[in-house]
């Protein structure tokens, strides 16, 4: 049986994944994380595609990292790819999510859709069976919050 190639998608990280507050690290963009992280479980590679090089680039992988994040390769094709100028500078990716888009960035819910039009349909009880629900109740879920907060 033939497996799938894996999709690779190219992801910005200022204004994309997180607020735009370069040199600095913005607040997470909504459903950014979450959005990564579900189609990472689908078995896409996810390439760091970002201006941001040196300390800058670090912190910025580091970030992700500590969101659950881990990138296939970060501003190369794939991890051993070394850059020289024999070698196009653009990445080789099936997807390009960047807030530079023509349009603007859609937001991660539109994302999603877009890139999972299968999951949708016009009838809402579908749709509503396919919701994640959390195991932990919400006044689990708020006592874990206030723990947090206090053990900071």
Same mark, same amino acid.
């Given at each position: ?5 894996? /999709? ?26 979450? %959005? ?7 078995? !896409?590679?996810?390439?760091?595609? %970002?201006?941001? #090089? ?5 912190? !910025? ?7 659950? =994040? ?6 190369? #094709? ?7 100028? %024999? ?5 080789? !990716? ?14 991660? #819910? !539109? ?9 949708? %349909? ?5 749709? /509503?069976?396919? =919701? ?21």
């Amino acid at each position: 049986m033939h497996k799938p190639k894996a /999709m690779k998608i190219a992801v910005d990280f200022d204004g994309t994944i997180v607020e735009h507050e370069y040199p600095e690290i913005g607040k997470p963009k909504l459903f950014a994380f979450e %959005t990564l992280k579900a189609l990472q479980d689908q078995g !896409a590679l996810l390439v760091l595609w %970002t201006y941001r #090089s040196g300390k800058e680039l670090d912190e !910025a992988v580091d970030y992700c990292r500590k969101q659950g =994040i881990e990138f296939y390769a970060v501003n190369k #094709s794939y991890p051993e790819e070394v850059y020289d100028h %024999t070698i196009s500078r653009k990445i080789d !990716a099936d997807v390009f999510i960047d807030d530079r888009n023509v349009g603007g960035f859609l937001g991660w #819910s !539109a994302i999603w859709q877009m890139l999972n039009p299968e999951l949708f %349909t016009d009838d809402i009880k579908k749709q /509503m069976k396919r =919701i994640p629900v959390s195991k932990r109740t919400f006044w689990q879920r708020l006592n874990r919050f206030f723990i947090s907060k206090i053990n900071v």
